[in-house]
């Protein structure tokens, strides 16, 4: 099995960007964490980008390969139809994508409080910092 952790946009500047917002752990550092203890057999593949174009072509390759997603789509999250509609082909071809993020955006700015993608998500894990991301390859590896 091979698991996809996809993310969006400023995730990149994690360890420097607001780290009393994200904490202080680089996405280098999260990668390496999530690689520890992981079963036999399983893959991880983590990705970043900052452009939504290719975001959603990772996502149409998760479609097409039939590979779970763990998905922090940050501030795409809140606006982008776009995205929203290549998960919804990951709910149409019955392939699980968890929604997580480092924050609570429920507890944040208003604009934070809307996702387009939970609604087709399986699952949205979220204000548990880098845990968010250990939760969610553990939960896909119960489901798949
Ligand atoms: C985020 C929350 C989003 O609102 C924000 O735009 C991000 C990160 C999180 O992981 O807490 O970039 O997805």
Redesign the pocket.
């Known amino acids: 099995t091979t698991i996809l952790v996809l993310n969006?946009?400023?995730?990149g500047r994690l360890g420097t960007r607001e780290p009393e917002v994200?904490g202080s752990e680089t996405l280098a550092d999260i990668e390496a964490s999530l690689r520890v203890g992981l079963p036999e057999g399983v893959e991880l593949e983590l990705r970043q980008t900052d452009d939504e174009g290719e975001l959603i072509r990772w996502i149409h390759e998760a479609v097409d390969r039939g590979t779970p997603v763990v998905l922090?789509?940050?501030?795409f999250?809140?606006y982008s139809y776009g995205l929203r509609d290549a998960a919804a082909l990951l709910k149409q071809a019955g392939v699980p994508l968890i929604e997580?993020?480092?924050?609570n955006?429920h507890a944040?700015e208003r604009f934070?409080h809307t996702s387009v993608i939970s609604a087709v998500a399986t699952g949205v894990i979220?204000g548990f910092g880098s845990d968010s991301y250990r939760l969610a390859v553990q939960q896909l590896l119960r489901i798949v």
């Open positions: 969006g946009p400023n995730l994200y922090n789509p940050a501030a999250t809140h997580v993020h480092l924050s955006p944040r934070r979220a």
